[in-house]
């Protein structure tokens, strides 16, 4: 159990007038004495806790009433483990068991309210994707251990193949889950789509020291595909597309300009295939600007849906 349970409990025992000492803290919590001992001297000096010994009792008690513990019924810590536990189950999350153990462990220590403010905080996110719980967990092991992990992977196309990789990093983009890792089999970093992962594997072998994650991989360009930039992609934005966009955050070196007509968006890209989406999601009010090749992509693009409702 960690310091803030056994702190939490032992002020809880003190509110309740049961004289806790550090005995039965240690009795509570299977703790040597020497420990509960640093635990009561913490909650005194370092939370200011009003403690005082009773000899009679043989126990603590606060010398002054109303003393709360910093972190106790604060409603932006409430609402924060509120929000973390929405965002967990919309990512995909909710099959694992130490989400509903996180949950009823902080609801019981922070707040009798916090029940309520869960109920009352509403999160969606589309195209979420389920994944399997005991992969994400044999991830999660291989990033602590520093393992490499054996994958069977499945690429869009429906093929499988086997991965030795070394884990960097777990992403998560837009609500769904990835693993940057260094391939052995391609001899270089990919980022692995979770979801497709079938089956995860903890190996005996360490990470090699020099894997480690890419910071600048992850930071270089606008999009889930990662990579060295090809260029800027500069879009014109025009309507309440440009009053939308305008306060949105695409990219950490991405540009705006008021121009005449709307608003023109720079950012640098490394993959036309998201971008494309993003820009179509705008209909008519999103216009490429340049460069001439994403103009084309987009241009065909449409032409080709175009296409579709024609023949109709």
Not at 99 to 122: A, F, T
């Amino acid at each position: 159990m960690s310091l803030l349970e056994r702190i939490f409990y032992f002020h809880q025992e003190v509110l309740k007038g049961h004289f806790p000492n550090s005995r039965t803290l240690a009795a509570q919590f299977e703790t040597s004495i020497a420990t509960s001992k640093r635990d009561i001297v913490y909650l005194r000096d370092r939370l200011l806790a009003p403690l005082a010994f009773s000899h009679e009792k043989n126990g603590y008690c606060y010398r002054e009433e109303g003393f709360v513990l910093p972190f106790e019924d604060s409603p932006k810590v409430v609402f924060l483990l509120a929000m973390l536990n929405k965002l967990a189950g919309e990512a995909g999350l909710e099959e694992l068991p130490e989400v509903k153990q996180l949950e009823d462990r902080l609801s019981s220590m922070i707040s009798p309210d916090y029940g309520k403010l869960i109920d009352r905080i509403y999160c969606e996110w589309i195209e979420v994707e389920s994944i399997d719980h005991h992969v994400f967990e044999c991830i999660i092991e291989g990033v602590i251990q520093g393992k490499v992990l054996k994958l069977l992977y499945r690429s869009l196309k429906g093929e499988t193949s086997s991965r030795e990789i070394a884990p960097q990093r777990i992403i998560n983009y837009q609500g769904r889950w990835y693993l940057l890792a260094d391939c052995q089999l391609r001899q270089a970093s990919r980022l692995f789509h979770i979801a497709r992962i079938c089956k995860a594997e903890i190996t005996e072998k360490p990470i090699p020291p020099d894997s480690s994650p890419d910071q600048k991989l992850l930071e270089q360009s606008f999009g889930i595909f990662k990579g060295k930039p090809l260029c800027h992609a500069e879009i014109l934005f025009t309507s309440t597309a440009a009053e939308l966009v305008r306060h949105q955050h695409w990219h950490k070196d991405q540009t705006l300009e008021e121009v005449d007509g709307g608003l023109r968006l720079s950012l640098p890209i490394s993959d036309y295939r998201e971008i494309t989406m993003k820009i179509l999601q705008y209909g008519a009010m999103a216009r490429v600007v340049a460069p001439p090749e994403l103009k084309h992509k987009v241009q065909a693009e449409i032409v080709s849906m175009t296409e579709q409702y024609i023949s109709v």
